[in-house]
């Protein structure tokens, strides 16, 4: 019995999920997330009672049982079956039975089934019992049998036979309450128009009585009735009579001659032959129309086409969408969506808004407009160059071949220890920089890439690879306080550590990850030491050359190529194909720009919309799928150089201290340089004599770091850094109330 049944249960739940709605019926769709509810009415150990329970259990439905009929009451309301079956075996349990459920008005929402004794009724060609059975709602018979196997197939037959049916009643009365109460007109006509259903809101917008429209036509039920759009009208009655839905907007005149514009939306009812049965037409009155006018004066011409060539973008398409619900919305509602135009026709979609007089903190507003506006041009600062002769390639030649990865005996034992933390998020960039004469890119770097196999994916070997770091390293100015190349080994470290963490790990491809990290080794060379704007402001060549767009930003990368083309020893990408080569630089070149200070809004925007909105897609560390894999991870490795660029608030709080203080410096002297040549002062807070360090570093967390690392832990998972920000953030508050409460006027440089 027990491998009976459990062979029935698996034909009978393969037939429960596997069967599909191929017409979308809307009934069958809901049906299929009701649960199959049981109440049993039997005595005490009775084996049929027992039967339908061990059923329903290995079914999974809910299924409760009233062991009396005094607690019947009770039972139907706390548990609310939809299924009941009684044992009506007994001509006492029969009357009780009777009793009971002629005193129920609802039993059109219940399925009873009841249960006979199978030798009585094989005795009689008429069971008495059963009429006054069927006169109070039951519907079913179950000849008694103690198989749970055939009780199974019972409770199958009910759920998708007469259940179903229950069911679909109970919906239609649902739906005929929300369609008569809807304050949109709906009517339901036959295939030849005439209507067999109106609502209160068709009574009301046309001043008729729904006996006066029933069974007539909507222009025939009252000869004023008339229409207004007739080549409308006629495009509409072609549309549904391919069972195509129609949506539009036409007028007609009431019989009290007034004019009433619809906003239409008709539907044709296919039969289970694929014929049309009936249309139901749902109006609203939504008054005059909207001026077209107004919603056509952006151009939705769908494409430019050049011979056999159509040339749209995705950004016309959305413009043609919101035209179209422009053409069926109310004026108001088409009114907003011209709003909508209007900010869609900006080519800065991901940037946010800043209104500068919001920003009360004056610190604050120095900072957006130093590192993020742009200014008048005036002059250049002359930029930095630097050789490379041939000895001190020749005397890393030697040195290299003796290596094998990186463990050289001529390095200092101490250097070899403090790389092998590079792993770890308290790395200490600033010590390697002593221990390597402030050159701690080129060891540092080649340690990172060894790990990541960058030689293998780039196929070169590990002394081109050391030249070319080399090569970056030397020109990045060693008198730069902080755009030197300890600062680019300390971006390469953190996006190395954000590469190895479990949410990225798995995401980006071998190649994005080396794109990653070479763009983090040059994305400062050749770094003056002043910002966009003080290149603006000079008047400089290089403002000049870029436009005053990512002027040092494209400086940077343009120079890291130039460099890397002109000695083979040193090129990295000299064996590679034309399309990976071409693949790397664009990413590279992307990457880099991505650090532009002025554009920090906007990424942070994009990453929020892009990944942070839609969580399912890399929560699991997976490589995601579909056609967005390249933006989405393009998006994904620009705010991760981002983060990386601007760590130093994240890093523990000695290193912190140093780096606030190295870009405060940095600062000071283009201030002294703007001074001293007339130029604008584009951070007049950053004056060596009156800076308060503290505060502007509470300034810049406010603005740059705590959000963007609070977005950034979402994705990715980093309380170490978390931690740091809020302790420094700690810190830094408690140096300024400290300074403001000792020596409001001093200077603040030293900390």
């Not at 081109?464 to 902080?482: A, C, D, G, K």
């Not at 030491?529 to 000079?538: A, F, H, Q, R």
């Not at 570093?697 to 705590?706: A, E, R, T």
């Amino acid at each position: 019995m027990g491998s009976h049944l459990s062979r029935s249960t698996k034909a009978f739940e393969s037939n429960r999920f596997s069967k599909t709605d191929s017409e979308g019926n809307i009934f069958t769709r809901a049906l299929t997330r009701q649960t199959m509810s049981i109440l049993l009415i039997f005595g005490k150990d009775d084996k049929q009672g027992l039967a339908f329970l061990q059923a329903a259990k290995q079914a999974k439905y809910k299924c409760s049982v009233a062991k009396s009929m005094d607690s019947l009451a009770s039972y139907l309301a706390e548990q609310a079956p939809n299924v009941i079956i009684a044992d009506a075996r007994e001509t006492e349990k029969v009357e009780n039975l009777c009793k009971i459920f002629d005193l129920i008005s609802n039993k059109e929402d219940f399925v009873l089934v009841a249960v006979r004794d199978s030798v009585k009724a094989e005795s009689s060609l008429v069971d008495p019992n059963m009429l006054p059975l069927i006169k109070v709602g039951f519907t079913r018979q179950f000849m008694q049998n103690f198989d749970p196997g055939a009780c199974l197939a019972e409770l199958h037959f009910i759920e998708h036979g007469e259940l179903q049916n229950r069911f679909r009643f109970q919906m239609a009365r649902s739906f005929i309450t929300a369609v008569e109460n809807s304050n949109d007109s709906i009517e339901i006509t036959t295939r030849r128009n005439n209507i067999v259903y109106v609502n209160s809101a068709f009574e009301q917008l046309f001043g008729c009585q729904r006996k006066d429209a029933i069974g007539k036509t909507f222009l025939t039920m009252n000869t004023s009735i008339q229409e207004i759009d007739k080549s409308v009208i006629d495009s509409m009655k072609a549309q549904m009579r391919q069972g195509i839905s129609w949506k539009g907007i036409y007028s007609t005149f009431t019989k009290d001659g007034k004019t009433v514009t619809h906003r239409c939306n008709a539907i044709p009812i296919l039969g289970p032959t694929g014929r049309i049965e009936n249309f139901v037409v749902i109006r609203k009155d939504i008054g005059a129309k909207p001026n077209v006018n107004v919603i056509r004066r952006i151009s939705l011409s769908g494409g430019k086409t050049r011979g056999n060539l159509t040339i749209e973008a995705p950004m016309t398409k959305v413009i043609q969408a919101i035209a179209e619900i422009q053409e069926t919305c109310s004026p108001s509602v088409a009114e907003s969506l011209n709003k909508v135009l209007e900010m869609l026709g900006t080519t800065e979609l991901y940037i946010p808004t800043i209104k500068f007089d919001d920003v009360n903190n004056e610190m604050t507003n120095e900072l957006l407009q130093g590192l993020m506006k742009r200014r008048t041009m005036k002059r250049y600062l002359q930029h930095s160059s630097h050789t490379v002769d041939d000895e001190d390639v020749l005397a890393y030649e030697k040195y290299l071949a003796s290596i094998s990865l990186l463990g050289a005996n001529k390095m200092s034992p101490k250097v070899q220890d403090l790389l092998e933390q590079e792993d770890r998020w308290d790395f200490n960039i600033i010590e390697l920089e002593k221990l390597t004469d402030q050159k701690p890119l080129q060891y540092l770097a080649v340690k990172i890439c060894v790990k990541y196999k960058v030689m293998e994916v780039l196929k070169i070997d590990l002394l081109t690879l050391f030249q070319w770091f080399r090569m970056i390293e030397l020109h990045y100015s060693v008198s730069n306080p902080y755009h030197s190349s300890t600062h680019a080994g300390d971006v390469m470290q953190a996006s190395s550590y954000f590469l190895n963490l479990d949410c990225i790990k798995n995401i980006l491809s071998p190649d994005e990850k080396v794109a990653v990290l070479l763009a983090a080794a040059v994305h400062d060379v050749d770094h003056p030491g002043k910002t966009n704007s003080y290149l603006i402001n000079s008047n400089s060549p290089l403002a000049l050359l870029y436009n005053d767009l990512s002027v040092l930003e494209s400086h940077h990368v343009s120079f890291a190529f130039r460099l890397t083309h002109q000695d083979s020893r040193i090129n990295i990408f000299k064996n590679l194909t034309k399309e990976d080569y071409k693949n790397f630089r664009q990413q590279i070149i992307d990457l880099v720009l991505a650090t532009e200070m002025s554009k920090h809004m906007e990424h942070m925007s994009r990453f929020m919309h892009t990944i942070i909105d839609q969580p399912n897609e890399h929560a699991s560390s997976q490589l995601p799928t579909g056609s967005d894999v390249s933006e989405s991870n393009t998006v994904i490795k620009r705010m991760l150089i981002k983060c990386s660029d601007i760590s130093n608030s994240a890093r523990p709080r000695h290193l912190a201290i140093v780096w606030a203080e190295r870009i405060a410096e940095e600062y000071f002297r283009q201030t002294d340089d703007e001074k001293a040549q007339g130029l604008p002062v584009v951070m007049p807070h950053f004056d060596r004599q009156l800076c308060k360090i503290p505060k502007t570093q509470l300034s810049f967390m406010g603005l740059f770091i705590n959000d963007m690392f609070e977005v950034w832990h979402t994705f990715c998972k980093i309380p170490e850094l978390i931690g740091n920000i809020r302790s420094n953030y700690e810190y830094w508050k408690a140096q300024d109330q400290k300074l403001q409460r000792d020596s409001p006027k001093s200077s603040s440089v030293s900390l």
